[in-house]
Every structure is written in structure tokens, then in C-alpha cells.
């Protein structure tokens, strides 16, 4: 099927198809692969967070995808998809956990401190504290390090055995 590259507004191809003319199917696999295209580019450091990725799709691009669609991949994943990398309002950095459809502005987060265990971390409910919320979504490079790298485990090169940077 040739038509998760058309796009609802006609801009697409390999035939310029509009909304009416493609199958529902069409308009889910649409929106997904430009999702995901922008959260997995060829070049990764062009690669958006997935809260940049649906602030783009929505901002600038809604036109190319039927609305329905596109509202439900939002209400589905979430305005903060899971392992969206947060800074909270008190300054503190957390992990999107799960989406909140009815709230999605207040997501269950995992807050990082460098100085309690992993297995220990405090999950927020955003929801039950209405003096947090989020003041802006991160990619992994904007951390300081120090704060939050005790969350990401060292990969081990399957080869050697070792851990590799």
C-alpha cells in the first residue's frame, strides 16, 4: 500500500490523493511514519523529542492529516508520550511514565535524584499535585549530566563483554 506517503490536503505521492480518497488505514500509517520519522531521522541528531514531533505534526502540518486521526494519535500517546524527558516547575527532572487522557497536561512522571536508588524514585501523579506541572520537554543531551545519568544503565558491547560509553 502506497498510501502512508499521500497526505490528506493532496500534497502527498506517489498519486497527490486527498483525504477522500485514501483508506483509513492510510491516514493511521500516514501519521505514524511521519511520527516516527521525525523521532528516528536518518541523521540521528536531527531527531526531535516525541513532544516535539506532535507539537510539529500539530502546529505546522495537521493540514496534511485527516482531524480525527490526528486527534486520537494526541489523545493516545499523549501531548508528553511515555519517556518524553521533562523539567518540572519546581526544576526538577523527570521521566513521562503514562499519559493521563483526561488531563494531558499532567502526566505520571518518574522524578530523578541522584541520591536515591533507581528502584526508589518517586512517581508523580501530576494530576493529584496541582502546584507541579511541566515547564518544558528535553532531549537527553539538554541534562546536566551529573543529575541524571545514574537513570541510563551503560550498554554492554555483546562482543567484548565490556561497557562501552
Known amino acids: 500500500m502506497a498510501q502512508h506517503h499521500e497526505a490528506a490536503d493532496g500534497s502527498g505521492f506517489p498519486h497527490g490523493h486527498a483525504a477522500e480518497?485514501?483508506?483509513p488505514a492510510a491516514h493511521v500509517l500516514a501519521l505514524i511514519n511521519r511520527y516516527d520519522r521525525l523521532c528516528n531521522p536518518h541523521h540521528p541528531a536531527k531527531a526531535l523529542t516525541p513532544h516535539e514531533a506532535l507539537a510539529l505534526l500539530f502546529a505546522r502540518h495537521k493540514a496534511q492529516?485527516?482531524?480525527r486521526t490526528l486527534a486520537a494519535f494526541i489523545r493516545m500517546v499523549g501531548v508528553y508520550p511515555p519517556g518524553t524527558i521533562v523539567q518540572l516547575s519546581d526544576g526538577r527532572y523527570a521521566?513521562?511514565?503514562a499519559v493521563n487522557a483526561s488531563r494531558p497536561l499532567k502526566p505520571r512522571v518518574l522524578v530523578h535524584d541522584p541520591t536515591v536508588p533507581r528502584?526508589?524514585?518517586?512517581?508523580?501523579d501530576l494530576q493529584a499535585q496541582p502546584q507541579l506541572s511541566i515547564q518544558r520537554s528535553l532531549r537527553p543531551d539538554q541534562l546536566p549530566r551529573a543529575r541524571y545519568c545514574?537513570?541510563?544503565e551503560r550498554a554492554l558491547d555483546a562482543q567484548a563483554g565490556?561497557?562501552?560509553p
Open 162 to 164: 565490556e561497557e562501552r
Open 65 to 67: 492529516f485527516e482531524a
Open 119 to 124: 528502584s526508589e524514585a518517586l512517581l508523580l
Open 95 to 97: 521521566t513521562v511514565q
Open 150 to 152: 545514574y537513570f541510563f
Open 21 to 23: 480518497a485514501l483508506t
